[in-house]
Nanobody
Framework: QVQLVESGGGLVQAGGSLTLSCAAS????????MGWFRQSPGKEREFVAA????????YYLDSVKGRFTISRDNAKNMVYLQMNSLKSEDTAVYYC?????????????????WGQGTQVTVSS
């Protein structure tokens, strides 16, 4: 089992960039696929990006393709979400999540462990 702590959120102007980090504890981190989700007030939690345990496969929400990049460093037990060209509609609480199974990585139900979230606010 891993525990997850996100950081890096904040306030940024539209068109700006932020990098979110997710620190994982536990010796089995490299065996988990990892995902980033986001949730805005009144909306359901939404898939943003996912990365396989090796980092060899990545998946993205269509609206963030070309703007966001997910990566991981298994030696440091870290997952990152580089966010460029941010838009006001990217404003949300962003969550890091760990998944120990193969499947539909866009489904939040597949993930067994979640961080506490970090707020990203994009001003227009």
């Amino acid at each position: 089992q891993v525990q997850l702590v996100e950081s890096g959120g904040g306030l940024v102007q539209a068109g700006g960039s932020l990098t979110l980090s997710c620190a994982a504890s536990g010796r089995t981190f490299s065996s988990y696929s990892m995902g980033w989700f986001r949730q805005s007030p009144g909306k359901e939690r939404e898939f943003v990006a996912a990365i396989s345990w090796s980092g060899g496969r990545t998946y993205y929400l269509d609206s963030v393709k070309g703007r966001f990049t997910i990566s991981r460093d298994n030696a440091k037990n870290m997952v990152y979400l580089q966010m460029n060209s941010l838009k006001s509609e990217d404003t949300a609480v962003y969550y890091c999540a760990a998944c120990g199974y193969s499947g539909d990585y866009t489904n939040p139900g597949l993930y067994g462990t979640w961080g506490q979230g970090t707020q990203v606010t994009v001003s227009s």
